[in-house]
């Protein structure tokens, strides 16, 4: 289940970039081009926490939610629908398939590895997509193949996407910590991206590499130990200089993103669909504003790990089955 | 030394080392007997120094206005947590954690009213 979702992450961020980058390329009013990517990112990553609260209160919505996701995208394809629908479809499509398979993979075990592993195809297929190294059409042939698959094996087995809701009362430091965690996404979103124009790859490849690694040592060595991990990595590459400290530097931002999505459903496991969804539209004002807001990186370096051990404490001490993480 | 490395790495490094050969044996003698800990104690507080450092030569106001001081105290205290942060991801034991954090606080306060002092007397420039 975690390879096939990976695999149609990847292939639907992919047609996404694929198509919008064919459309910039054909636009000479920049302008434009600004407009209708924020028109698609804001559709795609901010329509995510709706639509995750949604599939959180109606379980059943999940499978056929699924089965419309390469039908948006086609419609997204299609030139004929104009530039504007073509955005809202693809925005829609990406939203949707995120969350619904956000929910599958979040709700199958409580580990940090596969939320970091489902998540870090998208660099890749977003890098291929906007570079036009892979064309639309293959991406959707990709996309519709995985959707076929994991319908097929969720139709088999229907408790992969049902659980129960049990609504209990958030307090006040639940609702606190959350928040921290959220605003350590927003740093992310500033922080964790960034660009070499010469290797046009490397980047989204670090990016996967990071989101992946994150997940994987985490599980090893522990949620502490992996954030004073990614703290000393930020710290050893801010005292490096060129690409090197580029890379380390978002590779360990990007490291980031299983612990905070992980913990961020601990918090409230009833609403998986709502946390990823959260998380997703948190990387907004660093896609929106990062190119004209600068952040220090050793200040957003250390405000991030200094909130992420705040929300662990506050989950330590208020949160629910709290005993699993005290001791990682 | 200043020669290869900047102004602002030279005062980085001095100034982390300095501090941590302050805080070190205060933080020994406070109860921390334990080699690991005050080890592991000592690195932290070179790394936080190095980072405070940083952090005051991207401030954009004169030293003698009221701004600076503002700011340094307010970079002081992200040092207390930081530290405290920094060391309880290695030492967590629960229970005990206040007086972690009391100490730390304890250590940055003696470090950075005796660096005060030394400014003020002219013995650091």
Same mark, same amino acid.
Request: glycine share 10%.
């Given at each position: ?15 996404? @970039? *694929?198509?919008?980058?064919?459309? =910039? ?25 709706? @639509? ?23 419609? &997204?394809?299609?030139?004929?629908? &104009? ?17 619904? +398979? ?9 580990? $940090?590895?596969?939320? /970091? ?5 998208? =660099?890749?297929?977003? /890098? ?17 193949? !995985? ?12 408790? @992969? ?16 910590? +959350? ?9 992310? !979103? ?9 290797? *046009? ?11 992946? +690694? ?7 060595? !522990? ?29 360990? $931002? ?56 705040? *929300? ?6 208020? &949160?629910?089955? =709290? ?6 | ?25 205060? $933080? ?55 530290? $405290? ?9 629960? @229970? ?18 005796? !660096? ?10």
């Amino acid at each position: 289940m975690l390879s096939v979702c990976t695999l149609i992450h990847f292939a639907v961020d992919g047609l996404c @970039a *694929a198509v919008m980058a064919g459309y =910039a390329v054909n636009e000479p009013d920049f302008a434009r081009i600004v407009y209708y990517f924020s028109l698609y990112n804001a559709t795609a990553f901010g329509g995510q926490w709706i @639509a995750g609260l949604m599939l959180d209160k109606h379980n059943r919505f999940i499978l056929p939610s699924l089965v419309i996701v390469p039908v948006l995208l086609a419609l &997204g394809m299609l030139t004929e629908a &104009g530039i504007f629908f073509q955005a809202i479809f693809l925005g829609l499509g990406n939203c949707i398939f995120h969350v619904a +398979a956000g929910i599958i993979i979040m709700i199958r075990s409580d580990n $940090f590895r596969e939320p /970091g592993i489902f998540v870090s195809s998208g =660099a890749v297929g977003l /890098g291929l997509g906007l570079g036009s190294f892979v064309g639309a059409l293959w991406f959707w042939a990709l996309c519709t193949g !995985g959707t076929i698959i994991l319908v097929h094996r969720l139709l088999k087995d229907r408790t @992969a996407y049902t659980f129960s809701r049990d609504d209990t009362h958030i307090s006040a430091p639940v609702f606190a910590g +959350a928040l921290i965690l959220l605003l350590c996404v927003v740093m992310r !979103g500033f922080g964790g991206n960034s660009n070499i124009p010469e290797y *046009a790859m490397l980047m989204p490849c670090v990016y996967m590499l990071g989101k992946s +690694a994150g997940g994987i040592v985490c599980d090893i060595i !522990g949620y502490r130990k992996t954030i004073l991990l990614i703290f000393i990595m930020c710290f050893v590459s801010l005292q490096l200089s060129g690409y090197a400290s580029l890379i380390l530097l978002t590779f360990a $931002f990007n490291m980031t993103m299983p612990l905070t999505l992980r913990l961020l459903h601990r918090y409230f496991p009833e609403y998986p669909g709502l946390t990823f969804g959260l998380a997703a539209g948190c990387l907004l004002p660093g896609a929106f504003f990062g190119e004209y807001m600068r952040i220090f990186p050793d200040v957003m370096a250390a405000v991030q790990f200094m909130g992420m051990f705040a *929300a662990w404490l506050i989950f330590c001490r208020y &949160g629910r089955c =709290a005993e699993s993480l005290q001791h990682s | 030394m200043a020669d290869i490395l900047p102004l602002r790495e030279v005062c980085g490094i001095v100034t982390a080392f300095l501090t941590a050969l302050i805080e070190t044996p205060a $933080f020994y003698l406070s109860g921390y007997r334990d080699f690991r800990e005050w080890i592991y104690f000592a690195c932290i507080n070179v790394i936080s120094n190095i980072m405070l450092t940083g952090w005051l030569y991207e401030m954009p106001f004169e030293s003698d206005s009221p701004e600076f001081w503002a700011v340094v105290a307010l970079c002081e205290s992200a040092v207390v947590i930081l530290e $405290f942060a920094m060391f309880s991801c290695l030492f967590w034991k629960g @229970a005990g954690m206040k007086k972690l954090f009391a100490v730390i606080f304890f250590t940055n306060a003696l470090s950075f009213s005796l !660096g005060l002092l030394m400014v003020f007397t002219g013995i650091l420039q």
